[in-house]
């Protein structure tokens, strides 16, 4: 069964890829949403696509959509989904934006999908299956925090000093989604954020777990993905992972010291 979901996922990817490419450069309505964080039209527009084809293929699951729901949350299937992870890049014209999307089975995932439209990437993983790109089999990479480089964004500011102090290289990079996927294909040691969003980290999980690597909350404790975050995450490719928490401890050390 879970080929038929895999197979169905990628399906649903291509299909929201195509409409995030052909809104690309004319995003328009865009609101902001109650932590500030900018939705468009695009983002609406395959959200409602996935809870249609989801709701018309597989009635008894839910979906669990950045921007909309369906069902109550309780059901045994759950699809996550992030239909346009990296709006704000995609409002500015950079094409760095994924679409994500993972199914939940009980308590665990089961499969995901992640779909760089621009470079026709498609990512998926399916549990104890390994992890892939366009069919091809992705590993983390096998370098310690002072040989690679972390990717970090906008809510990684806190990290940054740290990061260095202990040997590492940064590399700003604008997506959450995109920066995942260049942890679970070797180009990054790992990525940490001071925030995050279950739709878009739970996918993502699925896939740097299954190519050998590491997800967890900034602590090291592991993270319950079908619900809120409380608190930010690590994403590296396990070699880097403890380096990376204690990061996040000085990190948040100095920001305690700055309230």
Not at 37 to 49: F, K
Not at 108 to 128: E, M, N, T, W
Not at 185 to 213: M, Q, R, S, W
Request: hydrophobic fraction near 40%.
């Amino acid at each position: 069964m879970a080929d038929e979901y895999l197979s169905f996922a990628r399906e649903l990817a291509l299909e929201a890829g195509r409409i995030i490419r052909q809104g690309f450069g004319m995003a328009s309505d865009v609101k902001y949403k109650a932590d500030n964080s900018p939705v468009t039209d695009i983002d609406a527009r395959v959200n409602q696509v996935i809870i249609d084809r989801i709701g018309s293929k597989y009635p008894g699951h839910g979906v669990l959509g950045e921007e909309e729901d369906l069902g109550a949350g309780r059901e045994y299937y759950r699809w996550i989904c992030d239909p346009l992870d990296g709006t704000v890049p995609y409002i500015l014209g950079i094409p760095n934006s994924l679409f994500m999307i993972a199914l939940m089975e009980a308590t665990s995932l089961l499969i995901a999908v992640a779909y760089d439209p621009f470079a026709g990437r498609l990512y998926h993983a399916a549990k104890h299956g390994g992890a892939f790109c366009n069919n091809f089999p992705i590993r983390v990479s096998g370098q310690t925090l002072r040989d690679g480089y972390v990717v970090v964004g906008a809510d990684s500011v806190s990290f940054i000093d740290p990061i260095r102090r202990a040997g590492g290289r940064i590399e700003p990079v604008p997506g959450t989604g995109y920066k995942s996927m260049m942890v679970a294909c070797g180009k990054a040691v790992g990525t940490i954020k001071e925030t995050a969003d279950f739709h878009d980290i739970a996918p993502a999980a699925l896939i740097i777990a299954e190519a050998g690597g590491q997800v967890t909350a900034l602590d090291g404790s592991p993270l319950t993905l079908d619900t809120r975050i409380e608190g930010g995450v690590i994403m590296s490719n396990g070699l880097a992972h403890q380096d990376l928490i204690e990061a996040a401890q000085a990190g948040n050390a100095q920001r305690g010291k700055l309230r």
